[in-house]
């Protein structure tokens, strides 16, 4: 087989139809591939001038991004002073902070002790002096509840004794009219008397009249009886009346002194309250004071924070530069990378050209003739002729998108480049 180019294409034809054709089918394939080999040149001389245009280009990048590193190096510089300054006032100020928060931490702690003891102290005290006022409480209540008592019993007396006065009166006026009575019938029974001395007719109806008056003395006298014995009775009750006003007013009197006493005790444990309350206003002026420092410890900490946060952000942007400058050198490698390959590329297509297949007869890479069996192949790449052996492989090349056939160290060579890219 031979490789030829008709109309801009690789053809492959057996040796004996190439040796059977004509002179004028000869003429025409040189034609063909001076044709080829003057758009292959056109073709490499656009190229040059556009991987010309593309080194200028990087290397404009190039001076570009080396002025970008320096004025980042010179930040980077200028950073890394400003951070170690940051450092350093941060580590002096966190030192300081700490000194505070733990001076503050230990004044807090031994007024907290204090202030819970002393708390504890006047819980107590309160506690002890509720349950005495609720005791001394309770006592005046019971008596308050007596006095009232004794008050009320004081009142029904009087009202018994008033009730016991107008019954006496009553029954005095009763008796001093029974008296009359009395004496009216003694004068009756003295007329009488003489009236049945002076006629004895009239002796039968005044002895009638005499036995129904005796009938009515006997009454009126049982009735005397009964009202002088109603009468000492009252006495006895007005006398023992008299006694238990005497007992109540004395209880009254003793009540009003455990009342007087009560009260003074009262105003004595009212003035320990208000003390005491004086003295939790005070620790609780002594716990705004805490809540004050507390709350500045909270600011310092807070600054702190702040300042902390600043640095963390410092350092972030530091990184972010170095990355940058470090995804830049990269950038910079890889632009070199690519300025040296295309350089090398234009090197190679330099040296690089088709060679004719007529006058080969043998391999260039294993030295076989070739023959009917062994036939010839062109490398894309190079423009040699070798044998199918040697030549197969397919790889992409800058001038054709698709993968064409390439000798072996062509491939190797093509394999090296591509990996480093």
């Given amino acids: 087989m031979l490789n030829f180019v008709v109309d801009g294409y690789f053809c492959n034809l057996p040796v004996r ?24 040149n056109k073709k490499l001389k656009v190229s040059l001038s556009n991987v010309q245009k593309k080194l200028d280009a990087a290397e404009r990048v190039n001076a570009k991004l080396v002025s970008e590193l320096a004025d980042m190096q010179a930040d980077v510089t200028t950073l890394q002073v400003h951070r170690d300054q940051l450092q350093s006032e941060r580590d002096e100020k966190r030192k300081k902070h700490q000194k505070q928060i733990e001076s503050a931490l230990s004044d807090i702690s031994t007024e907290r002790e204090t202030y819970q003891q002393s708390r504890k102290g006047l819980n107590e005290m309160f506690l002890q002096v509720q349950k005495q006022l609720e005791t001394e409480s309770k006592a005046r209540e019971e008596a308050e509840k007596d ?9 029904e007396c009087e009202v018994a004794m008033k009730l016991l006065e107008k019954d006496i009166h009553e029954k005095q006026d009763t008796i001093v009219a029974l008296r009359k009575q009395l004496e009216d019938v003694k004068s009756l029974n003295l007329g009488i008397h003489q009236k049945l001395q002076g006629s004895e007719s009239t002796r039968k109806s005044q002895e009638e009249k005499l036995r129904s008056l005796d009938e009515v003395v006997t009454r009126l006298s049982n009735q005397a009886e009964q009202l002088s014995a109603s009468f000492t009775e009252s006495e006895a009750n007005h006398l023992s009346l008299e006694e238990t006003l005497s007992s109540v007013s004395k209880q009254l009197a003793a009540a009003e002194n455990k009342k007087s006493e009560l009260e003074t005790d009262l105003t004595i444990r009212k003035e320990w309250v208000e003390k005491l309350k004086a003295d939790v206003q005070q620790e609780r002026g002594n716990c705004a004071q805490l809540r004050a420092q507390l709350d500045e410890k909270t600011k310092l900490q807070q600054d702190h924070d702040e300042l902390q946060e600043k640095y963390t952000e410092l350092q972030s942007v530091c990184s972010e530069q170095e990355t940058a400058l470090v995804e830049m050198g990269d950038h910079l490698r890889q632009s070199r990378m690519q300025v040296s390959d295309l350089k090398q590329v234009t090197n190679t297509m330099k040296d690089y050209q088709w060679t004719d297949g007529r006058n080969i007869t043998d391999c260039q890479q294993c030295n076989k003739p070739f023959s009917v069996a062994r036939r010839k192949h062109h490398c894309r790449n190079c423009g040699g002729v070798y044998c199918y052996s040697c030549s197969d492989n397919t790889m992409p090349l800058p001038s054709s998108a698709k993968p064409v056939r390439v000798c072996d160290a062509c491939q190797e060579l093509l394999l090296k480049r591509y990996s480093v890219s």
């Fill in 17 to 40: 139809a190439m040796f059977e054709a004509p002179e004028d089918a000869n003429y025409t394939m040189l034609l063909d591939q001076k044709a080829y080999l003057e758009e292959l």
């Fill in 147 to 155: 006095a009232a008592l004794q008050s009320s019993m004081r009142q």
